[in-house]
């Protein structure tokens, strides 16, 4: 069975810093990984999409990893700001559905 | 842009009660899925559907039933609400292959059942 971990749970660093988010899979036989962000209360907003053919996804000031054979992705964001805190979500299809991990809290300091 | 909505973002409701949340995608996908939302537990899917008419069960369908009678609109039936309901649903849609393409979700539904 597939499971998805996020690590940390919770991070917070002040505005300006670059920093990453992990996020591991049991199982590389995945046919995608998203990055998905939710802000409280509200529904996900997806970021990036990974191939599984993939090695990285930019948009902005975002970039995503992905090593199958290590069972890994990570979501890079540079120089961040206040309006970057969420959750952000990590999920990898498989078959029909989508797995997600259990997010991580994200909060800039200004 | 692609649009998820649901029908209510806020709804209580009392023990027993038989509850519908209604959801709606404007871009023709084929694709459409129930999640509930739980601290601690993450987003776990109910039930999904890859066609009108068609559904299948997703990690917990214990307690739920869906419809699907057109393309563009999904409904999850809670026919005797319980208290351990309580939660965050999420719908969400996805354009033609699933494995290739970005799933959208509505904006979700807080449903308490009292």
């Known amino acids: 069975k597939q499971e998805v971990t996020q690590i940390p749970a919770a991070l917070s660093v002040p505005e300006g810093e670059n920093l990453v988010l992990n996020c591991s899979f049991t199982?590389?036989?995945?046919?995608?990984l998203q990055w998905f962000r939710q802000d409280p209360g509200k529904g996900l907003t997806s970021l990036l999409l990974i191939q599984s053919s993939q090695r990285e996804q930019t948009s902005g000031r975002l970039n995503a990893s992905l090593d199958k054979s290590s069972g890994r992705s990570t979501l890079y964001i540079a120089a961040s700001q206040p309006g970057d805190s969420a959750t952000y979500l990590c999920?990898?299809?498989?078959?029909?559905?989508?797995?997600f991990g259990q997010g991580t809290r994200l909060t800039i300091n200004p | 842009d692609v649009k998820v909505t649901q029908s209510s973002r806020y709804l209580v409701k009392r023990t027993g009660e038989k509850v519908f949340l209604e959801c709606v995608q404007d871009m023709d996908h084929e694709n459409m899925f129930w999640y509930r939302q739980d601290p601690g537990l993450g987003l776990r899917l109910i039930y999904f559907s890859y066609d009108v008419k068609m559904k299948e069960k997703g990690d917990i369908p214990e307690g739920y039933s869906v419809s699907r009678e057109k393309k563009e609109r999904f409904s999850l039936i809670l026919e005797s609400a319980s208290t351990n309901q309580t939660s965050m649903y999420l719908c969400a849609s996805i354009l033609g292959g699933a494995h290739s393409d970005t799933q959208y979700f509505g904006p979700g539904t807080r449903l308490t059942v009292l």
């Open positions: 999920a990898v299809w498989v078959g029909q559905k989508l797995v």
């Open positions: 199982d590389s036989a995945i046919y995608n």
